[in-house]
């Protein structure tokens, strides 16, 4: 017993072409049946063979109607298999669908050939992959995040314990420590709702017309004193200036970012140096300092969120893992590019291309 589309399908087939055969059948009887009787009012000398005419005007018309019976019959049975293989790529997307919406992002339709049906659950295999891709980049997240979470407020914990149990005593310095873990905390956080708040529909960038190096040479002196701090020589070398439509709030936070990692990753006595080349149609950036630099499999996960060099995750050295996820997002809202040239042990080279 078919249901469903398929027993639609089959319906509709057999219905027009019963429809045509029926039709197609009446008139050919009809008209048989009129020219045989104006052929024996024209011809009277053929009234002494009516019985013939009769006999064979009824053959006739009994060819034509049991033809039409089982042309239907024939119909019908071609138009089962045929409605079959129709509707079972649709009856298969369907219950896929439903898998999907179920959970199992896993699963997948067969697709063979290259008609409108096959493109549809190729559409669907698509939709599946990328819907499982972002279920796994969500569940990554998730855990990153617990990750992340867990040290900070673990060492809040141990320390409000021990000072409560009179292990420790709240100490300038202790005190000091848990603020520094509070505000890592909130830094994480803040990073978060940026990233979420970017990668929202809503995410739009207030752009101007900009002078390039005004904005460089700005981000640097905020930087300056931590580079002096460090005992790091921060150095520009920049081209001549340019306008760009940028949003200038960004792209501020994008080279504090990058000198942010400079800082981290140098070592005390290291070289910081920001250089920018301009042509007829681009403008690249260049941030390279001497620290420790990124493996060569490193650079294809620097932009990803919450991902560190160190396989320890140390906070100390690592930061929040979210800052390189949010500058490339910056950059490309401008319809820029960012990448890494690194050389392990020798230094990091990030560089930023945007078109005039």
């Keep these: 017993m078919?249901?469903?589309?398929?027993?639609?399908l089959t319906l509709i087939f057999i219905l027009a072409a019963s429809s045509i055969l029926i039709i197609a059948g009446l008139i050919i009887m009809y008209e048989v049946h009129y020219h045989f009787t104006m052929f024996q009012k024209d011809v009277p000398e053929f009234q002494s063979i009516e019985p013939l005419t009769h006999h064979f005007e009824k053959a006739l018309l009994s060819s034509v109607l049991w033809t039409s019976i089982g042309a239907i019959l024939l119909v019908g049975i071609i138009s089962y298999f045929v409605?079959?293989?129709?509707?079972?790529?649709?009856?298969?997307?369907?219950?896929?669908?439903?898998?999907?919406?179920?959970?199992?992002?896993?699963?997948?339709?067969?697709?063979?050939?290259?008609?409108e049906l096959n493109d549809l659950g190729t559409s669907l295999n698509q939709l599946a992959a990328k819907l499982q891709l972002q279920e796994t980049f969500r569940k990554n997240m998730t855990s990153d995040i617990a990750h992340e979470l867990r040290t900070p407020l673990a060492t809040i914990k141990s320390h409000l314990e021990a000072f409560e149990d009179g292990v420790f005593e709240p100490t300038t310095a202790r005190i000091q420590s848990l603020k520094t873990e509070i505000e890592q905390l909130i830094s994480l956080v803040q990073d978060l709702e940026y990233l979420t708040a970017m990668e929202s529909p809503e995410f739009s960038l207030n752009k101007k017309s900009?002078?390039?190096n005004d904005i460089i040479i700005k981000s640097i002196d905020a930087f300056s004193g931590a580079f002096v701090q460090k005992d790091i020589t921060l150095r520009k070398?920049?081209?001549?200036?340019?306008?760009?439509?940028?949003?200038?709030?960004?792209?501020?936070?994008?080279?504090?970012?990058l000198?942010?990692?400079?800082?981290?990753?140098?070592?005390?006595?290291?070289?910081?140096?920001?250089?920018?080349?301009?042509?007829?149609?681009?403008?690249?950036?260049?941030?390279?300092?001497?620290?420790?630099?990124?493996?060569?499999?490193?650079?294809?996960?620097v932009f990803e969120r919450f991902y560190r060099g160190e396989?320890?995750?140390?906070?100390?050295?690592?930061?929040?893992?979210?800052?390189l996820t949010i500058v490339k997002r910056i950059v490309e809202a401008h319809e820029g590019q960012i990448w890494v040239n690194g050389e392990y042990k020798q230094g990091t080279e990030m560089s930023i291309k945007f078109f005039r």
């Design 83 to 115: 409605a079959k293989n129709l509707s079972r790529p649709m009856v298969e997307m369907r219950k896929a669908a439903e898998k999907m919406a179920k959970g199992e992002l896993q699963v997948r339709v067969k697709v063979l050939g290259n008609h």
């Design 237 to 257: 070398e920049l081209d001549k200036d340019v306008v760009l439509n940028l949003d200038a709030k960004r792209i501020t936070q994008v080279f504090m970012n």
């Design 311 to 323: 396989k320890s995750r140390n906070r100390e050295h690592g930061g929040s893992g979210i800052g």
């Design 210 to 212: 900009e002078q390039l």
């Design 259 to 301: 000198f942010s990692n400079a800082l981290r990753y140098t070592p005390r006595g290291g070289e910081v140096l920001v250089n920018t080349y301009v042509d007829d149609e681009s403008v690249i950036i260049s941030i390279r300092d001497t620290g420790i630099g990124i493996s060569e499999e490193e650079i294809k996960h």
């Design 2 to 8: 078919f249901k469903g589309l398929h027993a639609r």
